[in-house]
């Protein structure tokens, strides 16, 4: 139903998956993408052609990880669950198709996560990311977590803020199958540089290049931005590669967590909150 | 234990007090200090009594606020300088027993009529021969000192500060590697006793170690240096507009080669001071947070590597958290309003339960409605205050990030910003600024260095920006 974009194979022998094995999973894939389902894509001069870049996705559906990987005209690779690769279905193709498996359990997950996502962009890859951590379910942008900027200040990669439409009707949640024969956009946005929104050492860059990126996104996919993070708190960094970067095991001192998000590094505190007159969740001073 | 008794054990010889040409050891404050007492219970002043202290940067000062603790009563110092309506204003709900007055507000004692309370003059201090009343023994929570604020609340409120919490702070400051205060150091106390800073961290720390205070009435920048050099000063502690007039001072170069710590506090210290501080005399001013209300401090650099904007780490055996709206800590790494627990987080505000209730937590969790993050080592960075932030479109614009790039245009001499109703928006980013600068340049420079919903949509041009003594922006009186 669409064109397919040019695409050109760029073999990674250092990354997990069979080069030989993902050539031809990735034909076959992107071209039944395009057979069943008419793929608009807009600002594809905005993905560099070489070099390393952050693709950074709205997450309305299961099938995005499908159809945006599509639309780009190199291999992409993302962070998947590990237990992938404990089913034969899926040990050699998930890989093939650009998934790194990472163990999520554990203390250092979140590092493991973060660093395999670095060796990507320092091999001058792409890799792609949820900024929102998980899906959305109320079809807003949400709060980006900070790590795909991180990421990019830490790999010196720009970020391509991608906003699309239609997945959500493809695959709505909830559903195994995805229906053919309809129309998705995919628009990409012109890429941010950390170094274009402050001083790369400032840790207030993370949030600041967050914002800008999501800002983008919510323009390109006509999204509402909501200030909150997708998700039930519970179920947060269920998303492949978008947990928080942990602190170093010898940080002097540290935000606590609550139990919901530690990684099983720190224990949990949360703060009550004071009292309020007005209302019993936020403080008088702050309702002003 | 009682915060009078901070002077009892130094040498009886050392110097603990420097004011203009007079000096005073350890022994002879203590003398006047019990002289002090004695007075105060000659007026009928009991344990948990306010007596306000009309005092400035001056020996007198030191000699009520140790005697008043000495009685177990309540020290609130408020600034001198103050018009009289003002001062009677701040003084009149702290209920005071008695009004001391010192040199610098000697003024009050011919206008009984207009302070309408009692006062009390210290140049006639003398001692009467008498055995002064032993120093009361007190709890750790009860009250010590009743300080102006409007920190927190944006509201002037009265913060009660116990011996506890001062106690704390000043201790913590004895444990901070090879920058902790001890005997040796001499403290420039040129910000306002009146201020916790001042009061706190210049005077009451550096007196519990034994060290010498040198005080200066009323900040002049060639004055300062003057003592900073003559005394060998070793403890600086200023707020930024005092830095950036020793950064512009054309003294010499060694005019502060005595100085082993540099703090700045009460603002944000701009880049360009911190730089010039380092290349002119060779000090590295490292940034410190806290509150009225956390008896000080919060976090430090003292004894930690230079971390510019960074205001270091928090005093051990604090709890310090960053939590989201909904009271939920952040992700590491990530901005959330700070949260604190600790010895060092005062007892409420006087006489205004809601008040205290508003930041304040049974469990003592203050919320200080200052946003932060934490970098990966622990070193934290102020954003902004919850209250400034301007909400378009659903994002956050932090004012403080683009009145700092404003800033970076060279014609631009300051720069205040502010949130405004808007239609599609919700909100709309305003910019006040000063200095000759052209609008349509400005627009185009802020396109080029901000996130298109940052940038400023108006603009207004003025000849002086509301600013207070401290270098923070009032940004409310520019609220429309």
Redesign the interface.
């Given at each position: 139903m669409s064109k397919r974009p040019d695409f050109a194979f760029e073999p990674a022998p250092n990354l997990p998956g069979s080069d030989r094995l993902s050539k031809y999973a990735l034909a076959g894939i992107n071209a039944t993408v395009h057979r069943l389902w008419d793929v608009q894509v807009t600002g594809l001069e905005n993905v560099p052609l070489s070099g390393p870049a952050l693709i950074c996705p709205n997450h309305l559906s299961f099938c995005d990880s499908v159809f945006v990987p599509a639309a780009l005209p190199r291999r992409v690779w993302a962070i998947g669950k590990g237990e992938y690769m404990d089913d034969w279905k899926t040990k050699h193709l998930f890989p093939a198709m650009g998934m790194i498996p990472v163990d999520r359990t554990g203390g250092k997950a979140a590092m493991e996560a973060l660093d395999t996502a670095a060796r990507v962009l320092d091999g001058g890859h792409l890799f792609m990311i949820y900024p929102e951590g998980t899906r959305s379910r109320d079809q807003n942008l949400h709060k980006g977590?900070?790590g795909a900027a991180?990421l990019a200040i830490r790999c010196n990669a720009p970020l391509i803020p991608v906003g699309h439409q239609g997945t959500v009707d493809i695959q709505p949640p909830g559903k195994f199958t995805m229906k053919p024969f309809q129309t998705c956009k995919i628009n990409f946005g012109a890429p941010l540089r950390p170094a274009d929104?402050g001083e790369i050492d400032?840790?207030?860059l993370?949030?600041?290049l967050t914002?800008?990126l999501?800002?983008e996104i919510?323009k390109l996919s006509g999204q509402?931005?909501?200030?909150?993070y997708a998700g039930e708190?519970k179920k947060a960094f269920e998303e492949p590669g978008t947990r928080?970067?942990?602190?170093?095991q010898d940080?002097?001192?540290?935000?606590?967590?609550?139990a919901s998000?530690s990684n099983g590094t720190s224990a949990p505190?949360?703060?009550?909150?004071?009292?309020?007159?007005t209302t019993p969740?936020?403080?008088?001073?702050?309702t002003? | 234990m009682n915060l009078a008794r901070i002077i009892d054990q130094h040498p009886a010889d050392d110097l603990a007090l420097v004011d203009g040409a007079e000096e005073v050891t350890y022994g002879q404050l203590r003398e006047r200090v019990d002289a002090m007492r004695t007075l105060l219970a000659n007026r009928s002043v009991k344990p948990g009594d306010h007596v306000v202290l009309a005092c400035g940067n001056e020996i007198h000062f030191v000699v009520a606020m140790l005697g008043v603790f000495g009685v177990g009563a309540v020290a609130a110092p408020l600034n001198p300088y103050s018009p009289i309506k003002e001062l009677v204003r701040k003084a009149e709900p702290m209920e005071p027993t008695l009004v001391v007055v010192g040199d610098v507000a000697s003024w009050m004692l011919e206008r009984p009529d207009d302070v309408g309370m009692p006062m009390l003059d210290m140049s006639q201090i003398v001692d009467a021969g008498e055995a002064p009343p032993a120093v009361v023994s007190c709890e750790p929570s009860d009250p010590a000192v009743l300080l102006s604020t409007s920190g927190?609340?944006?509201v002037p409120k009265i913060a009660v500060l116990s011996h506890g919490n001062l106690a704390w702070v000043q201790e913590a400051l004895t444990n901070c590697g090879d920058q902790s205060l001890q005997r040796d150091d001499v403290s420039l106390a040129t910000l306002p006793v009146a201020h916790v800073l001042g009061l706190n961290v210049a005077v009451l720390a550096t007196l519990r170690v034994g060290g010498k205070v040198v005080l200066q009435r009323r900040f002049d920048v060639d004055e300062s240096l003057r003592l900073i050099s003559e005394h060998q000063v070793t403890m600086l502690t200023g707020a930024p507009p005092m830095w950036q007039r020793w950064a512009e001072s054309d003294a010499p170069a060694d005019s502060m080669a005595s100085v082993r710590f540099a703090r700045s506090g009460a603002a944000a210290l701009q880049g360009p001071v911190f730089e010039a501080m380092r290349e002119r005399f060779g000090v590295e001013v490292r940034e410190g947070y806290g509150l009225t209300e956390t008896s000080s401090v919060v976090s430090t650099g003292r004894g930690l590597e230079v971390r510019q904007?960074s205001v270091g780490?928090?005093l051990p055996g604090l709890?310090?958290?960053?939590?989201d709206?909904?009271?939920?800590?952040?992700?590491?790494?990530?901005?959330?309003e700070i949260?604190v627990?600790g010895p060092g987080v005062f007892q409420g505000y006087l006489n205004d339960p809601?008040g205290t209730?508003?930041?304040?937590?049974?469990?003592g969790?203050l919320?200080t409605?200052d946003v932060g993050?934490?970098?990966?080592?622990?070193?934290l960075?102020l954003?902004d205050r919850?209250?400034d932030v301007i909400?378009v479109?659903?994002?956050?614009v932090y004012p403080a990030?683009v009145e700092t790039a404003l800033m970076a245009h060279p014609d631009v001499r300051g720069a205040v910003v502010v949130g405004t109703a808007h239609g599609k928006t919700g909100e709309t980013v305003v910019a006040h600024i000063s200095g000759a600068v052209d609008e349509t340049e400005l627009r185009q420079f802020a396109e080029e260095h901000l996130?298109?919903?940052k940038c400023p949509t108006e603009y207004h041009f003025v000849d002086e920006l509301p600013v207070a003594p401290t270098g923070k922006p009032v940004r409310r009186e520019l609220r429309s």
């Open positions: 977590r900070t991180r929104f400032d840790p207030r993370g949030r600041r914002d800008a999501m800002f919510a509402t931005y909501v200030d909150t708190k928080p970067m942990a602190p170093s940080a002097p001192t540290r935000p606590t967590r609550p998000r505190t949360k703060p009550t909150k004071p009292s309020r007159p969740t936020r403080p008088t001073a702050k002003s | 927190v609340s944006g904007t780490k928090p709890e310090v958290v960053l939590v709206d909904d009271g939920e800590p952040v992700d590491f790494g990530d901005v959330g949260v627990r809601d209730a508003s930041i304040l937590t049974e469990d969790w919320w409605g993050l934490f970098d990966d080592d622990g070193f960075y954003v919850v209250k909400i479109s659903g994002f956050n990030e996130s298109r919903y």
